[in-house]
């Protein structure tokens, strides 16, 4: 069965700061790959998939991450925060031996943007 | 805006009772998935329907079941409800099985 791995629960960064949050995933082939966000009070918003093909994925809102197989990771990066950009980010991989494509998340990982 | 909608935003209810939250997905999707969202278990996948069928199932309660209708739309029954059972219910939905999944807003349940 398949994992998802935030180990950071909260990061807090300066607006304008780069931004790095961490995703290891467990999952016996290549699987879907998804990063979501979510608003105070909001639901789930796509901010990137990765399923195949290039490594380096670009998403919504300046947003991208990367998919590296030997370390199992898919970690989310933003080269400058926004203050717009707090909120809570949660990893999610797809693709189970069923043939489904029900979501497993992680714990997500809420950032703070100080001025 | 996702497209997916849920009714009601919010709901409030005793324990013991039983009550009913609906999602319509996006026009054309078949897929139509449930999720749970509280504090203690995070985000959860409950269950998934493709074209009216069960697809596939997570961790979902006895007490609870679901159903996707004629005209794609599902219903999410929850029954004997419990304290624990407080928490955002998230639907999403996908053009097809293996598609990227588009959530709706979620219902926020209190049971008092």
């Known amino acids: 069965a398949q994992s998802v791995t935030q180990p950071d629960i909260h990061i807090t960064v300066s607006e304008g700061a780069s931004l790095e949050l961490r995703c290891n995933y467990s999952?016996?082939?290549?699987?879907?790959l998804f990063w979501y966000v979510q608003s105070p009070g909001q639901g789930l918003q796509l901010l990137l998939k990765y399923f195949s093909g290039d490594t380096l994925v670009q998403g919504i809102k300046g947003f991208e991450a990367e998919f590296k197989r030997s370390q199992s990771s898919f970690n989310l990066r933003k080269p400058s925060v926004h203050w717009s950009d707090a909120a809570e980010y949660f990893c999610?991989?797809?693709?189970?031996?069923?043939?489904?494509?029900?979501?497993?998340f992680g714990t997500g990982t809420r950032l703070t943007v100080i001025p | 805006d996702s497209g997916v909608t849920q009714t009601p935003k919010h709901l409030i209810t005793a324990t013991g009772q039983r009550v009913t939250l609906r999602c319509s997905p996006r026009?054309?999707?078949?897929?139509v998935y449930w999720y749970q969202q509280s504090l203690d278990q995070g985000l959860q996948f409950l269950i998934q329907?493709?074209?009216?069928?069960?697809?596939a199932k997570g961790n979902i309660l006895e007490r609870f079941s679901a159903q996707q209708f004629p005209d794609l739309h599902s219903e999410l029954n929850l029954s004997s409800l419990e304290l624990g059972d407080s928490a955002l219910y998230f639907c999403?939905?996908?053009?097809?099985?293996?598609?990227?999944?588009?959530f709706g807003p979620g219902t926020r349940l209190l049971v008092l």
């Open positions: 026009s054309g999707d078949l897929s």
């Open positions: 329907y493709y074209n009216g069928e069960e697809r």
């Open positions: 999610a991989v797809g693709l189970d031996q069923t043939g489904a494509n029900n979501l497993f």
């Open positions: 999403a939905s996908s053009a097809r099985q293996t598609e990227t999944q588009y």
């Open positions: 999952y016996g082939a290549t699987p879907y």
